[in-house]
């Protein structure tokens, strides 16, 4: 019970971030919005739209910590907390769609380039957000990698694609007004949605292998192997090490194989020991351990995933 409070109150604390998020969201499209009336550049309008799915992805990441942080019930054992797999799944969709909305609305107008008017004000209106963005953004990847939330941490990846974006905009809008080379606005609109195509792509890799319970890192896995191997002297074997990642949760499975001559009372104290090292090392995590007598060949049937028999 100590353990599934602990997990509410972290998922309470990154519903906040989430809130914060939103406001920020929409306090950074009103300015841009504001930069692209006021100059008319197709770099300030791309930017603008881009954090409009700033907006959506927001509120995406914040039902999906909101279904993350409900304890587990009936239909949902292991708790829900991949639900945040599905926000970054989402997240890196919508760049994809505003990348690919920027890069053609980029196309239109380096067929037919326009003149900028009030450059000045729009790239100080547009440098506010951006910076708004760029805090706001090293605030939720600070908390996403302390809290392991890959929602959260996809939202800040976006935030960051949002600030590169803006950059690269005022970059582009300061040297039409230098050079006059209208050109220059859409090419620079055109780049900028390339660099958030990769962004979006990599999101939605993530939240594929999330959702299609990809082990924990390989150095997470080394340090549980290393823990077994411990116990190897007393005649202890394993095998059957299965590792996943659902959200923040981790999930560690395992056989342990002792002399079949062992008490129950001595097997289970072995896999309480194990357990707790594992504890120490990666906690919080889930784990499920299972003995099986060492001489017994029938034991090692069940080392793949689905035992042949």
């Known amino acids: ?171 582009g809008v300061a040297l039409v007004s230098l050079t006059g080379w209208h050109w220059l606005d859409p090419v620079v609109a055109l780049i900028v949605a390339i660099q958030i195509l990769f962004t979006g792509y990599k999101l939605v890799r993530n939240s594929a292998n999330g959702l299609m319970d990809a082990g924990l890192p390989e150095e997470e896995v080394s340090r549980v192997k290393e823990i077994l191997a411990r116990f190897d002297e007393a005649g202890v074997k394993y095998h059957a090490l299965r590792t996943r990642r659902s959200g923040a949760q981790r999930f560690v499975s395992v056989h342990i194989q002792v002399p079949g001559d062992w008490s129950v009372q001595r097997g289970h104290e072995l896999l309480e020991e194990i357990e707790r090292e594992i504890r120490l090392e990666l906690s919080p995590v889930n784990i499920i351990t299972h003995i099986e007598p060492v001489e017994d060949p029938v034991s090692w049937k069940d080392a793949a995933l689905n035992r042949p028999d």
Not at 30 to 44: D, E, H, R
Not at 50 to 66: C, D, F, M, P, R
Not at 99 to 125: H, S, Y
């Open 1 to 171: 019970m100590a353990g599934d409070n602990q997990h509410m109150e972290s998922r309470g604390i990154l519903t906040r971030y989430a809130w914060l998020s939103v406001a920020t969201a929409i306090g950074v499209i009103a300015l841009k919005i504001t930069a692209y009336l006021l100059t008319g550049s197709m770099g300030f309008l791309s930017d603008a739209l881009e954090s409009g799915a700033n907006i959506i992805a927001a509120i995406i990441t914040l039902v999906a910590l909101l279904v993350a942080a409900r304890p587990p019930d009936k239909e949902h054992a292991y708790g829900h907390s991949k639900a945040e797999y599905l926000s970054s799944g989402a997240e890196g969709i919508l760049i994809l769609l505003a990348a690919l909305f920027i890069a053609w609305q980029a196309l239109i107008r380096l067929l037919d380039p326009e003149p900028l008017a009030q450059v000045g004000l729009g790239i100080l209106v547009s440098a506010v957000a951006a910076t708004a963005n760029f805090v706001v953004a090293r605030i939720l990847m600070k908390a996403g990698r302390e809290h392991r939330s890959d929602a959260l941490t996809a939202d800040a990846h976006h935030l960051l694609t949002d600030v590169w974006t803006s950059i690269g905009v005022i970059v």
